[in-house]
Antibody, heavy 114, light 111 residues
Framework: EVKLQQSGDELVRPGASVKMSCKAS????????MHWVKQSPGQGLEWIGT????????SYNQKFKGKATLTADKSSNTAYMELSRLTSEDSAVYYC???????WGQGVMVTVSS | DVVLTQTPPTLSATIGQSVSISCRSS???????????LNWLLQRPGQPPQLLIY???RLESGVPNRFSGSGSGTDFTLKISGVEAEDLGVYYC????????FGAGTKLELK
């Protein structure tokens, strides 16, 4: 069974950074790209970026360049996303999804508040 | 960026009614390899999205066959032949022929 297990919800201060994880199981991690998607409260889905674990190549939505950094650890089948210089606009649920958006993690709710 | 325009934004249906959702792209979604990377997702309240249809018309394993997808180029449709209560939620189209983009969503609710 394919599963993407994401790390827990986060409460972070404005200006801080947060790093979340997405552990894949049930398939060969390096066979598929991993997407990250943002969903702001009551809003739709927004692509942040994609990492290809096999070759450690990333691509980003221009909007998230400088905000999000995607990495992957092939030894643990885990993808990571770090968000920096957080503001209230970054409060959202963040999902990982294997390509082609077939399997999704349960989401990480990030709340930016002092 | 490729813009996906979904219509209608809201759909009211009775159980058993057939409905369709349109997804129009600002650019052709036909990839140079011959595939068209247009998927349909359903997000139920409080849940992550789930894949219903991939490559325009291929039904994801375990998805009921009342769901069907069609279209080509820039014009795509999701049809539900006989809505059931479990189908309520927000439907999104998503393309990955180009840098991925999502439609704004169509909320399916009970009339």
């Amino acid at each position: 069974e394919v599963k993407l297990q994401q790390s827990g919800d986060e409460l972070v201060r404005p200006g801080a950074s947060v790093k979340m994880s997405c552990k894949a199981s049930g398939y060969t991690f390096t066979d598929y790209a991993m997407h990250w998607v943002k969903q702001s409260p009551g809003q739709g889905l927004e692509w942040i970026g994609t990492i290809i674990p096999l070759i450690d190549t990333t691509s980003y939505n221009q909007k998230f360049k400088g905000k999000a950094t995607l990495t992957a650890d092939k030894s643990s089948n885990t993808a990571y996303m770090e968000l920096s210089r957080l503001t209230s606009e970054d409060s959202a649920v963040y999902y990982c999804a294997s390509s082609p958006f077939d399997y999704w993690g349960q989401g990480v709710m990030v709340t930016v508040s002092s | 960026d490729v813009v996906l325009t979904q219509t209608p934004p809201t759909l009211s249906a009775t159980i058993g009614q057939s409905v369709s959702i349109s997804c129009r792209s600002s650019q052709s979604l036909l990839h140079s390899n011959g595939n068209t990377y247009l998927n349909w997702l359903l997000q139920r309240p409080g849940q992550p999205p789930q894949l219903l249809i991939y490559l325009v018309s291929r039904l994801e394993s375990g998805v009921p066959n009342r769901f069907s997808g069609s279209g080509s180029g820039t014009d795509f449709t999701l049809k539900i032949s006989g809505v059931e209560a479990e189908d309520l939620g927000v439907y999104y189209c998503v393309q990955s022929t180009h840098a991925p983009t999502f439609g704004a969503g169509t909320k399916l609710e009970l009339k």
